[in-house]
């Protein structure tokens, strides 16, 4: 039989109400496609669809009958025949990619949105995706790049060049007719990132957790689910990016849905323990299970709170409530106030305690800086 999530009254955040699409992500949590349309304001429902939650939004409205009279009807039908076409090509372009590589370099590991789409969601257009990500051998890379200009791709350097040296991916390519991007990783984290320093990332822990897997009956190679799930939690959380914020909200809640009994949290917790990775995974995992999204057993959430090196009390209702206002609420934000809450973002996720963040804030922020 079918757990259905309960749902509990609002948690409110200081002065934040909560956000009207709190209500889509249990629509999507419950699998229900008759959410009511009307409770939804017009830019609210355009916020969804420019996050990349159109094709979702429109599976959790599509069966009450009332909602087709709604004008933002016809915006979400669109946007999930949109999903559908560029998904479609996407998968389409992948394949393309696993066939001209087979016998040339070792299984391609597939990442973020091509995997978890493909795998995960109840269809893969649910799941939109601006490129295509995967990962290789350094090595590799010659040969996989001989192979994408040979099927028409183009590299773009841009003015950024000298960085990719050094990088964890080599310069993006681009297909101009089929209009896909394609991002060719040989590291999980750029190397100036703090998360590397944790166990889960170093590069003999995470070989062991690329798991043999399919893809449209071609051989390639995934994260396990305890690696995924804390990739997902690290590379939303170390930036902050507005657009696309949810994305990983849905993509978190979908894997462990899908990865529900075989989840190894203890695994999960011995590997991030102390690391700015756990900070980021308590962040994500706390905001989920405030509007119980997700659920996850007590004592692992507590041993996370212990063991992770940012969060106490005020910055983590601190970092929820930007997650409301920004991410899920779709706030404007103009040039200097973006410049803030980026600040204010990265500075409270640093180790320490929350004064001393704040302070940090506060000397960032400053006029004089």
């Not at 990619?97 to 978890?116: E, F, H, M, N, Y």
């Not at 350094?138 to 990719?164: I, N």
């Not at 449209?216 to 997902?232: A, F, I, K, Q």
């Amino acid at each position: 039989m079918r757990r259905t999530l309960t749902h509990s009254s609002s948690p409110q955040l200081g002065c934040q109400r909560r956000p009207q699409l709190i209500s889509l992500l249990e629509a999507i949590a419950n699998e229900r496609g008759d959410l009511p349309l009307n409770g939804f304001d017009d830019g609210i429902v355009a916020w969804a669809i420019q996050s990349g939650l159109g094709p979702l939004f429109y599976r959790a409205v599509k069966d009450d009958p009332n909602n087709s009279a709604c004008p933002a009807w016809y915006a979400l039908k669109a946007a999930d025949l949109t999903a559908r076409v560029v998904v479609g090509d996407h998968l389409d372009a992948m394949e393309e990619i696993l066939d001209a590589c087979r016998g040339q370099v070792p299984p391609i590991t597939l990442l973020k949105g091509i995997s978890i789409a493909e795998e995960c969601y109840p269809e893969p257009h649910l799941r939109l995706m601006r490129d295509l990500d995967f990962l290789i051998q350094k090595e590799s890379l010659p040969r996989v790049t001989a192979v994408l200009e040979q099927l028409g791709y183009r590299q773009h350097f841009e003015d950024s060049a000298p960085r990719y040296d050094t990088h964890h991916h080599a310069a993006p390519f681009f297909h101009e007719e089929k209009n896909v991007w394609v991002e060719v990783h040989h590291g999980l984290l750029a190397p100036r990132k703090s998360a590397t320093r944790a166990v889960i990332f170093k590069p003999e822990t995470f070989a062991g957790q690329l798991r043999p897997s399919q893809f449209r009956g071609r051989e390639v190679r995934r994260l396990s689910c305890e690696l995924h799930l804390v990739y997902l939690a690290t590379h939303w959380a170390q930036d902050f990016h507005k657009v696309g914020g949810m994305v990983a909200l849905v993509d978190t809640m979908v894997l462990m849905k899908h990865y529900a009994k075989e989840l190894s949290w203890q695994w999960i917790l011995d590997s991030i323990r102390g690391s700015v990775a756990a900070a980021y995974l308590y962040l994500l995992l706390s905001y989920l299970q405030l509007y119980k999204l997700v659920q996850i057993p007590s004592d692992i959430m507590e041993d996370l709170s212990r063991n992770q090196p940012s969060f106490k009390k005020i910055g983590l209702e601190t970092a929820h409530a930007i997650i409301d206002r920004y991410y899920v609420g779709g706030k404007p934000l103009g040039w200097f106030s973006k410049k803030k809450v980026t600040v204010i973002w990265q500075i409270l996720t640093l180790p320490g305690p929350t004064f001393r963040s704040v302070f940090r804030a506060a000397v960032e922020l400053s006029p004089h800086r």
